[in-house]
């Protein structure tokens, strides 16, 4: 039985096992995958009946494998601060298109709960609404939402169907000693394509780190535009024909090229991310962007209800501005 005190505090998250893991002790695994507790407070939490394998009360010891289920409960979780200035740059009373922030989840993950766009969406519009794509916390830029479930449902099979054209702009770099004038992938005006099947290897420092591989995977495919060079810098213009996890990112290592402040693929590497995440203090190294520099730029798509066609740009945040300015201009 879980004791009330503690269920009126928690709240209550669910997700799956979709990784091989074999078979791994409770405790083990969830202190791994949700970092924001110690193995000795999850320990402590499972031994308070708030863990659920399942849907079956378990002890910390118990073996658990992928395809299981594991409900929780979060108890006093202190959730980081956000940018909570939202833009809406279209509403056509029911599609809803906003300009997010950097520093802002789209929906509840990790630490965050109410400090996601979702719910400030749903409290500036007084109802539940749909998130029709995602982009990552630190990406800037066009998210699609809607007031309805038909919306919601048209939209989505038009994702599927890649009926949308996705624009991102990201800035680039390589080791300080490069330039990218002597890059044969990178030409200003010029475009490069990268294609080939990605595959989530896992890391010691991001479990969901995704690589190239030749055999098995999804197939992926962008299309780069290089806007402008400085140095060991470039400003690029991605199209994305796929959307697989970190797409854009990977592709850039694939490539040679690493996003300024990437704290996964970029040129310090994943611990900086695992680092990052455990520790509320850290401290990024002083020539790294605060993050990952990517903003989700320009959709264009036709109207899933009249066919007219919505060309929706998103603009430049303030941060990224003064970036271009200090190294490009």
Known sequence: MIDDDYKNKAIIRKCKIEEEI??????????RRFSYYSRARWKSIIEKKLVFINDKVVNYRKLIKKGDEITYHLIDIKEPKVNRNVEIIYDDGDLIIVNK???LPVIPSGRYYYNTLHTIMSEKLNMSVKML???DRETSGCVVLSRSHEMASKFSNMIKNNSIKKMYLAIVETNENEDLNNNKNIEEGKKFTV???MIESGSPHFRRYQVFTKHGGKFSKTIFKTKKISGNKAILLARLYTGRMHQIRVHLKESGLFMVGDKIYGKHGAKIFDDFTK???YQVP???FERQALHAYKLIFKHPFTNKEIVIKAPLPSDLK???KDNFI
């Open 22 to 31: 074999g078979l791994m002790r409770l405790d083990k695994y969830i202190s």
């Open 101 to 103: 922030p950097a520093n």
């Open 133 to 135: 794509n995602r982009i």
């Open 195 to 197: 294609t080939g099947n």
């Open 279 to 281: 520790h509320d203090d």
């Open 286 to 288: 002083s020539d790294m």
């Open 322 to 324: 003064k970036y271009i």
